[in-house]
């Protein structure tokens, strides 16, 4: 009971600044203050403690540690440039070795948990009161350096900037042993990947200033392999302010580095970069078969068995960065390898066959391995890869050598800027149009209708054909304007012949809501003229709801439409179309017509289609009529009609 009266004796007469943003805490902590200290000055965050602080007397803080604005720790960091002696304590809700070693730099008298356990506040207190003797310093110091030293890396380095002492962490992690450290420079022992003003800035800091650095650093280790580490380095000082050696503590922080930024950071420090980009084929198929954990399974298993394979097998690359989405890197400087180029290409390549041939245990799944590699080294090697990866993705091959392909990309990238460009200025000035190329009867060769073609008319006054525009616009939002117009146009186009017109539509059309919408709004309004539009239906990869595209044609045939499949026998898929759309007219795709004159295959293909078509009641017309004697074989193959240059070019349509 003396003793606590003794205490409270000795710290009345203190100023207490107590800083704490939670009210509750800070209710029930100042009841307890309020026995020990007559005056307090409250705080609400650490930057209101700062300020406080430096506008009073202040013996003694306390102060939590998280809080917004700026926390307890970086408070006392500014306090301490003010007042290195001040009496300072935390008091925190968090038990972590972070704010125990922060508190050691920082100088701090205490560490308590919240709530306050009366018996150890009365002890801190005892502390502050008493300075502590040199035996609880020492005993203090000793246990907050096993920490330390057990949770960090911890270095000393004399003022001559040679290694004094390095913990075993420190070795762990660099793969340097004691005896290769100890003695030698610490800046040409350690393998740095950071830029040397990066160096330099370290050196003045510490050095210079004789303040502490802190900041995240990149290193590699002794076989190449990158770390990164969290690092406060404090230079210690003598009474007259001499350094007399480097404190170095740090946290290795690789493994919640982003591996992407690693790769870029690696990349910046090569001077001559080479990377390889990995992907798990079908990963998207992987993950919906075997469900996410087990393919995040998958993908550490691989990158483990890459980092055994390719790194540990041939010196080449140091280490494989396992991305996202079952995507892995491989980088290196060739500047650094005995190797050129080729001979690189060549390994990386026999490498990826055997991976392909090998497999992955996981429990009772067996998975085969698949993957495909894009390799680059000259400009933009990142970029390139990337590139390349898309590449071979829709390539369906495994392996590209992928340099100077940005550079095709972005000539690509820029022709189409000026096509949208184009687009834009045509719409805007009605220089979409339609022109009309004939259909012919086969017996009479008299033209029974027109298709009605889009074409564009730029500012030069030349005719550019969709080919060139089309499925840019499908990129952007001109897409849906030009099919509008070109059903306006194509309607207009009635009252000028008593010919049929045949529209193209795609699937992708009529799943558009306005679009689909249009189409009907215009059939009603010319309901006499129904019976004159055919729709030309084009396939659409795209296609997501074939309900809404089958009630749409059973609509608008209820209404008189024809309904034709265009460009039949170009893909697989036109058999079930068929199934779906019940068309009235089959549009042979004209890439077997054009043939069928000498190429036996196409003639006997086009021959089957015929005969198909008329055991359903369709008629057929033939695309690409380009001469006379295509035709005499249409006409004897039984083909209605024909459409093609030989009969007619597209034009516009005069009244």
């Known amino acids: 009971m003396k003793e606590l009266q003794d205490i409270i004796e000795s710290t009345k007469h203190l100023t207490l600044l107590y800083v704490e943003d939670n009210a509750d805490a800070k209710a029930s902590t100042l009841g307890i203050l309020d026995e020990f200290f007559e005056t307090i000055i409250v705080a609400d965050d650490g930057s209101d403690g700062l300020e406080k602080y430096k506008s009073n007397k202040i013996d003694v803080v306390i102060t939590d540690i998280n809080m917004p604005i700026m926390n307890g720790l970086e408070m006392l960091q500014a306090i301490k440039e003010i007042n290195p002696d001040v009496i300072s304590l935390i008091l925190s809700a968090y038990n972590e070795s972070d704010f125990f070693i922060e508190s050691i730099k920082l100088g701090v008298e ?16 005892k502390k502050i009161v008493l300075k502590m003797d040199a035996l609880k310093a020492k005993t203090l110091l000793r246990q907050y350096k096993e920490i330390a030293d057990a949770s960090s890396i911890f270095t000393i380095i004399d003022k001559n900037k040679k290694i004094k002492y390095v913990n075993n962490a420190f070795c762990k992690i660099s793969g340097y042993s004691k005896e290769e450290l100890i003695g030698e420079k610490y800046s040409s022992t350690l393998n740095y990947l950071q830029e040397k003003r990066t160096y330099d800035e370290i050196w003045d800091t510490i050095s210079e200033k004789k303040e502490i650095y802190q900041g995240i650093l990149k290193y590699a280790s002794k076989k190449g392999k990158p770390f990164y580490l969290e690092t406060t380095i404090k230079p210690i000082l003598s009474v007259d302010g001499e350094i007399i050696e480097y404190i170095a503590l740090r946290h290795d922080v690789t493994a919640i580095m982003n591996p992407y930024r690693q790769l870029i950071d690696f990349m910046n420090s090569c001077k001559n970069p080479i990377i390889v980009l990995m992907r798990i084929e079908n990963f998207g198929n992987l993950e919906n078969l075997y469900g996410e954990r087990v393919s995040q399974e998958i993908q550490e298993k691989l990158s483990q068995w890459l980092e055994n394979f390719i790194v540990e097998k041939d010196s080449y690359f140091n280490h494989v960065y396992m991305l996202r989405n079952g995507e892995y890197a491989l980088a290196n400087d060739i500047s650094t390898l005995q190797y050129t180029p080729k001979e690189v290409i060549q390994n990386i390549h026999q490498c990826q066959k055997e991976i392909n041939n090998s497999r992955i245990d996981i429990g009772d799944l067996n998975y085969d391995i698949s993957i495909i590699m894009s390799l680059a080294y000259k400009d933009e090697p990142l970029e390139n890869a990337k590139y390349g990866l898309k590449k071979l993705l829709k390539s369906k091959q495994n392996f590209i050598v992928a340099n100077n392909l940005a550079q095709e990309v972005h000539k690509e990238a ?24 004939p259909i012919v009867n086969n017996q009479t060769k008299e033209i029974v209708k027109y298709e009605s073609l889009v074409r564009l008319i730029d500012v030069f006054d030349r005719i550019i054909s969709p080919y060139f525009f089309l499925n840019i616009s499908k990129k952007a939002k001109y897409y849906n304007q030009i099919t509008s117009i070109v059903l306006d146009n194509s309607f207009d186009a009635l009252s000028k012949t008593d010919k049929d017109i ?14 689909r919408s249009k189409i ?49 026998g170009s893909g697989y898929s036109n058999f079930v179309r068929l199934l779906n759309f019940q068309p009235d007219i089959l549009k042979i795709d004209g890439s077997l017509i054009k043939n069928i004159t000498t190429d036996e295959l196409s003639l006997s293909v086009v021959r089957t289609m015929v005969t198909f078509a008329k055991e359903q009641n369709l008629q057929v017309i033939a695309e690409y009529v380009e001469n006379e004697e295509i035709y005499k074989i249409l006409h004897a193959l039984g083909v209605e009609y024909s459409q093609g240059y030989y009969f007619g070019k597209p034009e516009p349509l005069e009244d």
């Open 520 to 568: 009907l709004l215009l059939l009603e309004r010319n309901p006499q003229e129904a019976k004159r539009v055919t729709l030309e239906l084009l396939e659409d990869e795209e296609v997501r709801d074939f309900t809404i595209i089958k009630e749409f044609i059973t609509k608008v045939k209820g209404l008189g439409v024809k309904i034709a499949i265009d460009d039949f």
């Open 502 to 515: 045949s529209i193209n539509i795609s699937a992708l059309d009529i799943q558009n809501d306005e679009i």
């Open 414 to 437: 820029q022709e189409n800027i000026e096509i949208l460009k184009m687009l834009k200025q045509a719409i805007k000035t009605k220089n979409i149009v339609s022109y009309f190329q």
């Open 110 to 125: 205490g560490y308590l948990l919240k709530p306050i356990d009366f018996e150890q506040f009365l002890s801190v207190l």
